[in-house]
């Protein structure tokens, strides 16, 4: 299964700023996920999105987050003002194309906030 | 609630040897499981799956063993491979929908010469 790709693969910012973090599938899907990995921690789940609409999101997933796919294509995760907490990887994942089930992640993009 | 764990944080075994890492589930309306292996600095890779109505799931020199029973998950890995050092999540979902996955801790696993 050919999978995402992200960039940037790293992305330093300082605390306050807005950070855009882009995904881009390699086939057309319709269902479309952001996860985060904080330094040693598991993965999160962040958001989904289906049929260019939010599907769910979590708990972390607040006011300060937000997703699109402007082009129609790239997916993006955008963080309006970056706190140190927002330090982490953050991965774009796409079902497969046998149905709804697996997911595929991207390589992640990681975002150091100073 | 929902919930994934993890019985052991690091595994080491010589290759060659067989490798088990084992995951635990609270949560009995799970139904869909997948085992992803992360190397450092990359994305989770996926490397197997089993539905609720599957006991057990074999890929290549993987095999996924599912005990609904007690809600227990592990992914056995023969003839472990240096290759295959890393970290590796369980996690799961809801069948059937393209809801979000919930991840396990983590096990490392370490492969020795």
């Known amino acids: 299964e050919p999978e995402v790709t992200q960039t940037p693969s790293h992305q330093v910012t300082q605390m306050g700023q807005e950070v855009i973090l882009r995904c881009v599938p390699i086939?057309?899907?319709?269902?479309f996920y952001w996860y985060r990995q904080i330094l040693g921690q598991k993965v999160e789940f962040l958001v989904s999105?289906?049929?260019?609409?939010?599907?769910?999101k979590s708990e972390i997933f607040d006011d300060q987050f937000s997703v699109e796919r402007p082009d129609g294509s790239n997916f993006t995760l955008k963080i309006r003002s970056t706190k140190l907490e927002d330090s982490a990887m953050y991965f774009c994942?796409?079902?497969?194309?046998?149905?709804?089930?697996?997911?595929?992640f991207g390589p992640g993009t990681r975002l150091t906030v100073t | 609630g929902e919930s994934v764990g993890l019985h052991l944080p690091t595994l080491s075994v010589q290759e060659g040897d067989n490798s088990i890492i084992n995951c635990a589930y609270s949560?009995?309306?799970?139904?869909?499981f997948i085992w992803y292996k992360q190397e450092s600095g990359k994305g989770p890779q996926f490397i197997i799956d089993?539905?609720?109505?599957?006991d057990k799931r074999q890929g290549q020199r993987v095999t996924v063993l599912l005990n609904k029973t007690v809600k227990h998950l592990s992914l056995q890995i023969a003839a472990t491979q240096p290759g295959d050092s890393a970290v590796y999540f369980c996690a799961f979902k809801r069948a059937g929908t393209a809801s979000k996955l919930t991840f396990g801790t983590g096990t490392r696993l370490q492969v020795t010469l």
């Open positions: 086939s057309n899907h319709l269902y």
């Open positions: 999105f289906y049929n260019n609409e939010i599907s769910e």
């Open positions: 949560n009995s309306a799970s139904d869909y």
């Open positions: 089993i539905r609720s109505n599957m």
């Open positions: 994942a796409r079902t497969g194309t046998s149905g709804a089930y697996e997911q595929y």
